[in-house]
């Protein structure tokens, strides 16, 4: 009796806890709430399982506690219910799996408007590259990091010349255009998360990874590091500051103007 | 070419079961130390586990005191935290778990339920010990070592591994690390060969694959798959140490260390990510099987009834088994490889539910119309298949590979696989031994001190591990020693980080009480007789209990039935044991059909 | 990953096969009594079904070292190592070996006592022979600059032919028990068993070896281009 109450408690409590939780995800500042809604039909499917798996255990232990006079039924199999079992657990699955997978299409596909931007990690900060007006990244080299050339870009690639260098983790992006990020690692395996974007990718030393977003609210959001990467691990921060198309367009001019006078010092 | 017929210690024809000649021990040493005896082995394999699990579970103590009192503990600092994290999930997953239901239960059981005297291999089996006790002292030794043991995760991801970034990387602790995992897989192969031999060649006259317990089924499909997936860790931690020792370039590209350009050039970081996961999948479910196996014994005899859908529950056995090889790429949806491979994998992932959720539909239809008797095993039984549904499902959310992108990474995943792999299979293991002591000591363990341990362990790992996912739900990652300065940890994260940590030390305490009761019962537990479960299965019919050298006295077992026959009816017992050959429990010798 | 996934489905095939053999389809709880039909334990051997499932982990340890070398060899910095020419003559040699014990086995079972002992001596001086030549091989390659941490392809090499070299090693270590036992002995009877073991396992390393002497060379590679170009 007891144990079945205690069961009946679990599953209860945890539908409960679920919907009292102070804890649930950030608001959703990008593109990517089609991740929410999947994630919100696997709630409730796997929701509905736990609780009918387990108040069903609850009845069967307080129904067929063990009495004096009570005997065990002996069936050995029933192949009717275990089919029909399979199937709807089959059901259940692709009912979670296709939407998953469509949005999956969705994720690695980058629309054809989307800007580059790149998302450069190290031990243990993050630095950003923007393309410029020529609107293309230069191409780069670990052995060509320097001091003096903290992100490796190959100086002889023309395209190098307008690439505007933030270094020192606060990245502005322009509400409502969709952004590629390129993903580059300096030494180590590094992760972009920013919890708000839900996307996220590793960053991979030797490789550049990839992924898209659009920002669709404006605020300042914390990036963090998703793959341990050392000791500094969980210092590795950042920010992401979305803005309005002309506060950011300002911020940006003011970058390409430091960059300038970075890039050719002599000049001044 | 004339075949000459092989000798009788080699061959053995169906119907005539030759008796094997055992390695008879005559010294204290050769039969308790360096003894070939698989239930001596198999002790000595759960003590050493045992006492692994301990110093596991003390840092785990010390991980949770950071997490939920950040900054008190002054000692547990960055650098300790990380090795106390790697050692712990590496100690848990491989020293304990695959030891302890392989190693321990693996060599205690099969003998017994398939009707053996011992392994077929008794000297390899001993050897596989010694081997697997060196692995131990290997790594419990890079906790001496200068710089102390590796802070790399258990995952042991390059480059960071052996790069200075990571306590040990550039120092003894990762080469420790990979050598004793070295040589537990080759202590492992040893053992591995005997659990699979022994149920492929040693079968009691009558016992065919499909009369064996589940128990068996579990633990042999589960040792083929880890002699299939070890070698996968193998190649990576041969590799991982020439890059560490040697300087290739397996695994590292061109990079900087600290600001300092390394002479390496194109080594691939997702190639040691393909060869760990490809062990690393099949190795959690290698920890699962043995406990599916077990739990659907200890339902069937503590509910009395026959184990519902046994044909099935042997097709998923070995589907689960096949389709874990082909899922591990699931852990490396954003590791940067190629995005179509989400596809692929997701897909595998999502249909190995299939057959996993057949077998909780078959252990929740064995308790229907069953007669539940609520022993401590029936209900570590059944707290098993609460938290495995939790655990399992959760699975599925970080299967789905667009579900992952956001979860991966975060506190939801450590939720995730504490409880599908750190809760339940530990509870089947604490049910396992309540229902196993008696056969193993004569005596039962005490009751009320075993459900004491029992409500404590199950309602406190829930507490500690089901909010959990909601922290990563939030977006808190894993592997953080401090979670200072993130906007999206409010007050509240700290309280229930501080709640998860009382729990946790709680649940951990209450440990005790099982250790305690293991050692007291010893001399003060009630004497059980042989069969006190009143259990069909072979190792419960011993003509002695604790069964002796040999197991079975002058004759071997003859079995006439499969495993499962509970309330029967028309049998004068609720149950059927093996080896009678009727429903009445005539004299030996007079047949029935 | 291509190679292990090609051994697994391979030993997933031959599982299937021998588990179909064994009843899985049946219904348990309606055969009592003992099962005339079915067999409960093999007929063959122990020894030789553990040496089976031992050449499965072995072979699952090369199928895994190829698929390691098949994914390092497509990054840009992996330089093709000429292959030593001493190699043909260490692969000759192991077929010597193989061969002698094949030629083993033979007078064990029809009791030729003296060509058994020939036939055993000769395996364990080739394969010495093969192993000599290997290092050989190797004492070449580093003179010649192919150092192991210059190059992956350099590393691949040693480790390559290093595991399986060892692995040879081990199986030497049980052929000269074998060797030891068969001068006790008069009759050839009780050693069929350890020579028909050695033979598989020298058999089974030489294939392997046969392998990755294709990998190397770069000839499994052209093969697996020219097999996707006719079926693309």
């Known amino acids: 009796m007891a144990v079945a109450l205690i069961l009946v408690l679990v599953a209860v409590g945890s539908v409960v806890f679920h919907l009292v939780s102070p804890w649930w995800w950030t608001p959703i500042a990008s593109n990517w709430r089609y991740i929410d809604s999947t994630l919100i039909i696997t709630f409730w499917i796997t929701g509905a399982v736990f609780v009918a798996v387990v108040l069903f255990m609850a009845y069967c232990v307080y129904r067929f506690r063990h009495q004096p006079d009570r005997r065990a039924h002996y069936e050995p199999e029933n192949k009717k219910l275990e089919w029909w079992l399979t199937i709807i657990t089959g059901v259940g699955v692709a009912a979670m799996l296709t939407p998953g997978l469509f949005v999956w299409r969705q994720f690695i596909t980058v629309p054809e408007d989307a800007t580059d931007i790149e998302i450069f990690g190290q031990q243990w900060q993050w630095s950003f590259r923007l393309p410029g007006a020529d609107g293309q990244l230069a191409t780069t080299g670990a052995h060509l990091i320097s001091p003096d050339n903290p992100l490796g870009l190959n100086k002889d690639d023309p395209k190098s010349r307008d690439d505007v260098v933030i270094e020192g983790g606060e990245l502005r992006l322009p509400i409502g255009k969709p952004v590629k990020a390129l993903l580059r690692s300096a030494d180590v395996l590094h992760n972009f998360y920013v919890p708000e974007f839900r996307a996220k990718m590793d960053l991979v030393p030797g490789q550049v990874s990839y992924i898209w977003f659009t920002p669709t609210r404006t605020g300042t959001f914390d990036i963090l590091c998703a793959e341990l990467c050392g000791v500094g691990h969980p210092q590795m921060r950042g920010k992401v500051i979305v803005q309005e198309e002309s506060e950011y367009q300002a911020w940006l001019q003011d970058q390409i103007a430091r960059n300038f006078a970075r890039l050719a010092p002599a000049a001044n | ?593 | 990953m291509g190679s292990i996934l090609l051994f697994l489905s391979i030993l997933a095939v031959i599982a299937a096969w021998w588990l179909s053999r064994q009843g899985l389809a049946s219904k348990p709880w309606l055969e009592q009594g003992t099962t005339g039909t079915l067999p409960e334990a093999n007929t063959t051997p122990s020894s030789k079904v553990g040496l089976g499932v031992f050449l499965a982990v072995a072979g699952s340890l090369f199928a895994l070292f190829i698929s390691a070398y098949a994914m390092r060899m497509q990054l840009p910095d992996w330089r093709t190592l000429p292959v030593p020419g001493i190699l043909w003559l260490n692969t000759a040699m192991l077929l010597l070996s193989s061969l002698a014990l094949h030629g083993a086995r033979n007078a064990a079972r029809r009791g030729e006592m003296p060509a058994l002992r020939i036939g055993l001596l000769a395996a364990g001086i080739s394969a010495l022979a093969f192993l000599s030549g290997q290092l050989l091989a190797w004492r070449q390659l580093t003179g010649e600059g192919y150092l192991l941490a210059s190059n992956p392809a350099n590393a691949f090499f040693y480790v390559l032919t290093g595991v399986h070299g060892l692995h040879l090693l081990g199986g030497l270590v049980a052929l000269g028990r074998t060797i030891a036992k068969t001068w006790r002995e008069t009759a050839t009877e009780p050693l069929r068993l350890s020579v028909e073991l050695c033979a598989t396992y020298w058999h089974f390393l030489f294939l392997v070896w046969l392998v990755f002497l294709s990998v190397l060379t770069g000839w499994a590679g052209e093969f697996i281009d020219i097999c996707r170009q006719v079926l693309t």
């Open chain 2, 1 to 593: 070419m004339v075949d000459v017929p092989l000798g009788p210690a080699g061959a053995v024809a169906p119907a005539d079961v030759e008796d094997v000649e055992l390695y008879h021990p005559h010294s204290w040493v050769t039969k308790y130390v360096f003894s070939q005896d698989a239930k001596v082995i198999a002790i000595q394999y759960s003590f050493v586990a045992l006492s692994v699990g301990l110093i596991a579970l003390v840092l785990s103590w010390l991980m949770r005191l950071q997490l939920g009192f950040p900054g008190v503990f002054a000692f547990i600092d960055a650098n300790a935290y990380y090795q106390f994290i790697t050692m712990h999930g590496m100690m848990m997953v491989v020293y304990v778990l695959t030891a302890l239901f392989l190693g321990g239960f693996g060599n205690y059981l099969i003998p017994l339920m398939v009707g053996a005297r011992d392994m077929v291999f008794p000297y390899v089996n001993m050897l596989s010990f010694w081997v697997y006790l060196l692995a131990v002292l290997v790594l419990v030794a890079s906790f001496f070592a200068p710089g102390g043991p590796t802070g790399a995760g258990w995952t042991l991801y390059p480059p960071q591994a052996i790069l200075s970034g990571t306590p040990g990387g550039q120092e003894w602790g990762i080469i420790l690390m990979l050598a004793s995992l070295m040589i537990f897989i080759i202590g492992f192969t040893m053992g591995g060969l005997n659990y699979v031999v022994t149920v492929l060649q040693a079968r009691a006259r009558g016992m065919t694959l499909m009369r064996m317990p589940l128990t068996v089924w579990g633990i042999f499909t589960a040792s083929f798959m880890a002699l299939l997936a070890f070698p996968a860790l193998f190649v990576g931690a041969v590799m991982m140490l020439f890059d560490r020792v040697f300087g290739t370039s397996f695994f590292m590209p061109a990079i900087v260390e600290m600001g300092q350009p390394l002479d390496r050039n194109g080594g691939s970081p997702l190639l040691f990510q393909h060869l760990f996961w490809f062990f690393g999948h099949p190795e959690v479910y290698i920890v699962a099987l043995p406990a599916f196996g077990i739990v659907s014994d200890l339902i069937s005899t503590h509910a009395r009834r026959n184990i519902f859908g046994y044909r099935m529950m042997v097709w998923a056995l070995l589907a689960i088994g096949a389709l874990s090889f082909v899922v591990w790429a699931h852990h490396m949806y954003v590791s940067g490889m190629n995005p179509y491979f989400g596809f692929f994998f997701a897909t595998t992932t999502l249909i190995i539910a299939v057959p996993t959720a057949i077998k909780v539909y078959n252990w929740i239809l064995t308790l229907w119309r069953g007669n539940i008797h609520l022993t401590v095993p029936m209900l570590f039984a059944l707290a098993f298949i609460v938290t495995f549904v939790n655990g399992g499902l959760t699975g599925l959310f970080l299967g789905n590979v667009v579900v992952d992108v956001p979860l991966s990474d975060t506190m939801f995943v450590v939720a995730h696989f504490h409880m599908v792999m750190g809760v339940a299979p530990i509870l089947v293991i604490f049910g396992a031994i309540y229902h196993w002591y008696p056969k193993v000591t004569g005596r039962m363990l005490d009751d009320t001190l075993g459900k004491i341990h029992f409500w404590v362990t199950f309602l406190g790992a829930y507490l500690i591990f089901f909010p959990m996912h909601y922290l990563g739900l939030m977006g808190i990652p894993r592997r953080y020693h401090d979670l200072a300065d993130m906007a999206l940890v409010t007050p509240s994260v700290h309280t229930l980080n501080a709640f998860i940590t009382i729990v946790a030390l709680i649940v951990g305490a209450t440990q005790l009480v099982f250790v305690f009761n293991l050692f007291w019962s010893l001399r003060h537990g009630r004497p059980s007789g042989g069969n006190p479960w009143r259990a069909t299965t072979l190792e419960w019919q011993t003509p002695e209990t604790p069964p002796p050298h040999g197991n079975w006295g002058k004759e071997l077992p003859v079995v006439y039935r499969w495993a499962y026959d509970y309330s029967v009816p028309g049998a004068d017992q609720d149950f059927l044991p093996q080896n009678q050959p009727g429903l009445t429990r005539a004299a030996p010798g007079s047949s029935h059909g």
